[in-house]
Nanobody, 125 residues
Framework: VQLQASGGGLVQAGGSLRLSCAAS????????VGWFRQAPGKERDAVAT????????FYGDSVKGRFAISRDNAKNTVYLQMNSLKPEDTAVYYC???????????????????WGQGTLVTVSS
């Protein structure tokens, strides 16, 4: 499975962006997909995950109520809608897919087997 993340860019605080993660190589409707982010000098943090079926979603505390993850399995694409963006949301955002419908621990990067290349989100104050 190859993952391609897109949709990053520069936005003012309070604005919105929608990231996309497109999969190719095979369908991934049975695979959980997560978004992670990494700011300069910091560890890679979990943002959100959606189960393969789309029936379960999980969010990091810092983005709850502002971000929404969804998937369109017909298009082999997962989305991350980001609203009310803050300067501290600035980071490179990565999408990742698990071999399973839902990892045992959704927030741990090592639970994911396939990674996209990342897309930069910059939020100005």
């Amino acid at each position: 499975v190859q993952l391609q993340a897109s949709g990053g860019g520069l936005v003012q605080a309070g604005g919105s962006l929608r990231l996309s993660c497109a999969a190719s190589g095979r369908t991934f409707s049975s695979n959980a997909v997560g978004w992670f982010r990494q700011a300069p000098g910091k560890e890679r943090d979990a943002v959100a995950t959606v189960s393969g079926s789309g029936g379960s979603t999980f969010y990091g505390d810092s983005v709850k109520g502002r971000f929404a993850i969804s998937r369109d399995n017909a298009k082999n694409t997962v989305y991350l809608q980001m609203n009310s963006l803050k300067p501290e949301d600035t980071a490179v955002y990565y999408c990742a897919a698990s071999k399973f419908n839902l990892p045992l621990q959704w927030s741990l990067p090592h639970q994911y087997d396939y990674w996209g290349q990342g897309t930069l989100v910059t939020v100005s104050s």
